[in-house]
């Protein structure tokens, strides 16, 4: 069975930071690209931030760009997203996604709320 769970959202000031983890289970993480995509209520889902399987690629939201980086530890079967000076805008829920390297197949997380208020 194939998991993805997020953790590490929470409510944090302005301009505080955060640690996103996403863990993989009954996958062979090393074959899949991951994302982090964010979504608030009303709105479409939007990505954030990629990374290769091997963390050769990566890119991010023009949003985001200074503030974000993504990174994974394809031994522990993680993916990370450290977030600093996190503004109100980056409210959101925080979504994980891999998707395999030579194919369409992908799986989600099940999302973590991040809250940026004072």
């Known amino acids: 069975q194939v998991q993805l769970v997020e953790s590490g959202g929470g409510l944090v000031q302005p301009g505080g930071s955060l640690r996103l983890s996403c863990a993989a289970s009954?996958?062979?993480?090393?074959?899949?690209?991951v994302g982090w995509f964010r979504q608030v209520p009303g709105k479409e889902r939007e990505i954030v931030a990629t990374?290769?399987?091997?963390?050769?690629?990566?890119n991010y939201a023009d949003s985001v760009k200074g503030r974000i980086t993504i990174s994974r530890d394809n031994a522990k079967n993680t993916a990370a997203l450290q977030m600093n000076s996190l503004k109100p805008d980056d409210t959101a829920v925080y979504y994980c996604?891999?998707?395999?390297?030579?194919?369409?197949?992908?799986?989600w997380g099940q999302g973590t709320q991040v809250t940026v208020s004072s």
């Open positions: 996604k891999a998707e395999y390297r030579w194919g369409s197949q992908s799986y």
């Open positions: 009954g996958i062979i993480f090393s074959r899949y690209n």
């Open positions: 990374i290769s399987w091997n963390s050769g690629t990566i």
